[in-house]
């Protein structure tokens, strides 16, 4: 199983950036997903998850309203949309897999490479 995040960048506060998380050797619509974010010398935090039905979304306090998970089936992808970015927002983020959502990062069994996210004020 492998998973390919991508999309990260460098956007000025209040812009908008999109990740995508390719997913290969495990479909997508079979598990939940999560994006996770880990910014320098702090933890690694839950960001937004989705279920495997897809009906289900899930968001830290500070990125609902903002953010929004979302996935394409047929292209075995998950996506995070990320609108009124804030410095604080800037971070590694991570997509990872696994059977359940959950917040706990050590639930999900496989994970994404990462990609820099970095917002300037």
């Known amino acids: 199983v492998q998973l390919q995040a991508s999309g990260g960048g460098w956007v000025q506060a209040g812009g908008s950036l999109g990740l995508s998380c390719v997913a290969s050797g495990r479909t997508v619509s079979s598990y939940a997903t999560g994006w996770f974010r880990q910014a320098p010398g702090k933890e690694r935090e839950f960001v937004a998850a989705?279920?495997?039905?897809?009906?289900?979304?899930y968001y830290v306090d500070s990125v609902k309203g903002r953010f929004t998970i979302s996935r394409d089936n047929a292209k075995n992808t998950v996506y995070l949309t990320m609108n009124s970015l804030k410095p604080e927002d800037t971070a590694v983020y991570y997509c990872?897999?696994?059977?359940?959502?959950?917040?706990?990062?050590?639930?999900?069994?496989?994970w994404g490479q990462g990609t820099q996210v970095t917002v300037s004020s």
């Open positions: 990872a897999s696994g059977s359940f959502v959950r917040t706990v990062d050590s639930e999900y069994d496989y």
């Open positions: 989705i279920s495997r039905s897809g009906a289900g979304t």
